[in-house]
């Protein structure tokens, strides 16, 4: 799933990386902001318009059935289309569901998934918070 993802990004064919969500899919874009629909594709839309390729690197998925967690390092880094410098990575925290077609696609896209639960966890430890 994540080099299915990562081919389709980096080709920059929009309408080819939706294909890799459930229609009702969430995207966390921000942590704590989920979006859908139309705005997880202006989302992921933004990341590609910027040309530059995701590199995936898996580190764990654990599968139960037609469900899958899936934890992945991933980066954009190169130079945008107006040779300004992208660097942006994260360590998603992702569920895909195998669709009744046999493929799997994405149900919850959480690119900054262990990022904000290392905010809520540092927040729960403030008593000022």
Do not use: K
Not at 64 to 76: H, K, P, Q
Not at 95 to 110: F, H, L, S, T
């Amino acid at each position: 799933m994540p080099a299915v993802f990562a081919e389709r990004f980096s080709s920059g064919d929009a309408t080819a990386l939706a294909q890799a969500y459930e229609d009702e899919a969430v995207l966390v874009e921000q942590p704590g902001m989920p979006v859908t629909g139309p705005a997880l594709l202006a989302a992921n839309g933004r990341l590609q318009s910027l040309g530059v390729p995701i590199s995936v690197r898996p580190r764990h998925v654990y599968r139960s059935g037609d469900l899958a967690l899936l934890i992945v390092d991933w980066a954009i880094d190169g130079t945008d289309r107006d040779g300004e410098a992208v660097h942006v990575e994260g360590t998603a925290t992702d569920v895909a569901r195998r669709g009744p077609d046999g493929r799997w696609r994405y149900a919850v896209d959480n690119p900054f998934g262990l990022r904000s639960q290392q905010v809520a966890t540092e927040d729960a430890a403030d008593p000022a918070s």
